[in-house]
């Protein structure tokens, strides 16, 4: 059992910047990698930014590439994300997940989830 918490979300105007944070506890040392999607009314849940937790590779949806960053603090258990550049686009709550299997950017791989935060960013 891995236990996510989320914190970080809010409203923000276009352009502006938001970090989003996700403390993991419970059996983590099981985990592989972590995740964050984000899901917006309507939407399927999409994959935003990913990383494989020992080795500390990172990956990003085209549509984040260059405006998010992911990031952990292996001491902590924590995982971040930097969102820069916000656009309307980028309204959705957002979910921390993570995956004792294997690396992948699909939602239907991660068996833990969060409780999910909303971002808002308005024009």
């Known amino acids: 059992q891995v236990q996510l918490v989320e914190s970080g979300g809010g409203l923000v105007q276009v352009g502006g910047s938001l970090r989003l944070s996700c403390a993991a506890s419970?059996?983590?040392?099981?985990?592989?990698?972590m995740g964050w999607f984000r899901q917006a009314p309507g939407k399927e849940r999409s994959f935003v930014a990913g990383?494989?937790?020992?080795?500390?590779?990172?990956y990003y949806g085209d549509s984040v590439k260059g405006r998010f960053t992911i990031s952990r603090d292996n001491a902590k258990n924590t995982l971040y994300l930097q969102m820069n550049s916000l656009k309307p686009d980028d309204t959705a709550v957002y979910y921390c997940?993570?995956?004792?299997?294997?690396?992948?950017?699909?939602?239907?791989?991660?068996?833990?989830w969060g409780q999910g935060t909303q971002v808002t960013v308005s024009s």
């Open positions: 997940a993570a995956s004792p299997i294997r690396w992948s950017t699909a939602p239907g791989e991660y068996l833990y």
């Open positions: 419970g059996r983590a040392f099981s985990t592989v990698s």
């Open positions: 990383l494989t937790w020992v080795g500390g590779n990172t």
